[in-house]
């Protein structure tokens, strides 16, 4: 009998708590069994055993941080199991003991993932592109599953982020092997998504060698004592999967949650020990916490929205008055609904009314016609509003700010970027064209048509609808005399364009027929006055009624 150590592997990170052990003193476990269970910021992660044999001490407790190479149990083994797959000669109780034939194991083993040679394939590895965030963003859609043929370019899954969805191509073509994702999961830049078979005659082969470290953590024994270090086998450390059972915990007063849950808690001052865990072995879902808070929300005490003081709108049956319908909201309709709240709530809106004489505009446009066509673009009213509304900018310096969080300052911006509606199957996008103070109008129509198509094809980036001084926001052709757009804060403005229409105009001594473009503008009455209202207002009408003057 012998008596070694078990360590703790490459775990990606400095340092990770103890959350969960899953033995105890006198278990009996073979090799891969789970040990204990970490959790950094990002990850929890289950360390397995690189020993079978019978548990004498745990060297760690609970809340404990612990780094690659510290020592968490102490394995008693049969002289038969004391080797290791890679056949280490044992090392002396009082010197370390011989590196190599681990270091060897650990190569051969880490260049086995990612090429694993067959013939003439091997296997590639499909990585988490740049989505424009450092944040994880839900899979809500798989495109392929295993066994299916994708081309380079393929879409592999749709990820939606608070703001956007996206679809992520394959960087490859060849045969799926392996989908390593599953519908709902959180993915970052640089995370797995699937591994494929690819052809080594493929023109778009592209191999990911993933090398393997290239020293094991060494421990030193002491000199007391009969026990020796042992290397962790090839074998990685296993994330946790909720959806899979595992041994019950012996420590059930601590609080067993993952990092996302325990984040998201954190955000919204939810307290854990008040959470009851639907998951295995009492796990704390998402899904846990939104019933929590729902919960609490319906309580007497909190039939107020939002502690608004305005009271809820109550709950219908509506089936009692005819058949009906129930469908989800997407994530980025739920997004769209709060944020139109939440400024309708914050920001006090006035709306201005005004229509522009576009009749010029619009021959001025038509004779341009044969000339877009040649470009490969299409000339819409939309570039000469925004053109229009970025002069305007810089001369009405208060429209292109913010209020500061605090309310004590305004924070003016020496840039001019302009966001604009799109209406899209996944709900309204508002893409965001930078620096429309300096493009011309062919720039900003080409501009204006790639981001609406990647609005529409679920493709554009966070980044894409970041940063925006102020929006427009356009019915076009859909009809309608005005509305009241709402500000989309923390801009201060945003202008509605209706449906133009020829209407009679006295020019002074008769009517003629002129086309008149509805234009409402709403803004923060907090940091935009009426008269700073009319004069930008007036400014945009001109400009818009006599195109000349976007020259000047």
């Not at 008269?531 to 020259?551: C, E, H, K, P, Y």
Request: glycine fraction near 8%; charged fraction near 20%; include cysteine.
């Amino acid at each position: 009998m012998a008596k070694q150590q078990v360590i703790v592997p490459d775990i990606g990170a400095d340092s990770a708590e103890v959350i969960e052990w899953m033995v105890k003193v006198g278990d009996s476990v073979a090799v891969d069994d789970s040990l204990l269970v970490l959790e950094s910021d990002k990850a929890s992660m289950e360390v397995p055993s690189t020993l079978a044999g019978t548990v004498v001490e745990l060297l760690v407790k609970l809340g404990d941080s612990l780094s690659e190479g510290a020592a968490i149990v102490v394995i008693e083994t049969a002289d038969a199991t004391a080797v290791t797959a890679a056949e280490p000669q044992e090392a002396p109780t009082d010197t370390i003991q011989d590196e190599a034939p681990v270091k060897s194991e650990l190569q051969s083993s880490a260049a086995e993932l990612p090429k694993a040679q067959t013939g003439g394939s091997s296997k590639h590895s499909v990585l988490v592109p740049d989505i424009g965030t450092d944040d994880a963003v839900e899979v809500i859609e798989l495109s392929v599953s295993v066994g299916d043929d994708v081309a380079e370019g393929d879409t592999l899954l749709v990820l939606e982020s608070d703001k956007a969805s996206m679809e992520i191509p394959a960087d490859a073509t060849g045969k799926v092997l392996e989908v390593a994702v599953a519908v709902g999961a959180s993915l970052k830049q640089g995370d797995l998504i699937a591994v494929l078979e690819v052809s080594a005659a493929s023109s778009t082969e592209q191999v990911v060698v993933q090398e393997a470290k290239q020293e094991a953590p060494v421990v030193a024994a002491p000199a007391s004592s009969t026990v020796a270090p042992v290397e962790p086998k090839a074998a990685s450390v296993a994330p946790v999967r909720a959806a899979e059972p595992q041994a019950a915990s012996s420590h059930s007063e601590v609080v067993y949650a993952g990092p996302a849950v325990r984040k998201l808690a954190r955000e919204f001052s939810i307290p854990l020990g008040q959470v009851s865990g639907s998951g295995p072995r009492g796990r704390i879902l998402k899904e846990d916490l939104h019933a929590f808070v729902q919960q609490r929300l319906s309580t007497p005490t909190a039939t107020a929205s939002s502690g608004t003081g305005i009271p809820a709108v109550p709950a219908v049956d509506f089936s009692q008055f005819g058949p009906i319908r129930e469908e989800a909201l997407s994530k980025i309709g739920k997004v769209t609904a709060t944020n139109m709240q939440r400024s309708w709530l914050n920001v006090p809106h006035v709306t201005q009314y005004d229509d522009a004489d576009v009749t010029d505009l619009e021959a001025f446009r038509a004779s341009l016609k044969d000339e877009a066509a040649k470009k490969g673009t299409k000339l819409t009213p939309l570039p000469f509003l925004l053109k229009a509304c970025a002069v305007a900018l810089k001369d009405n310096p208060k429209f292109n700010s913010s209020l500061s969080a605090d309310g004590e300052s305004i924070i003016y911006k020496d840039y001019v970027h302009i966001g604009f509606a799109v209406d899209t199957p996944a709900g309204l996008l508002v893409p965001v064209i930078r620096d429309v103070d300096k493009k011309g109008l062919w720039e900003l129509a080409e501009e204006v048509l790639e981001l609406a198509g990647l609005a529409r094809d679920k493709k554009l980036k966070p980044a894409q609808m970041q940063g925006a001084c102020f929006t427009i926001s356009s019915l076009g052709a859909l009809g309608g005399k005005g509305f009241t757009p709402i500000v989309n804060a923390p801009e201060v403005g945003i202008l509605g364009v209706s449906k133009s229409s020829v209407q009679p105009v006295w020019d002074g001594s008769s009517f003629t027929p002129r086309t008149m473009l509805p234009l409402s503008l709403s803004y923060d009455h907090r940091v935009i006055n009426g008269a700073d209202g009319g004069r930008f207002m007036n400014q945009v009408v001109a400009l818009l009624s006599d195109i000349r003057r976007l020259t000047l």
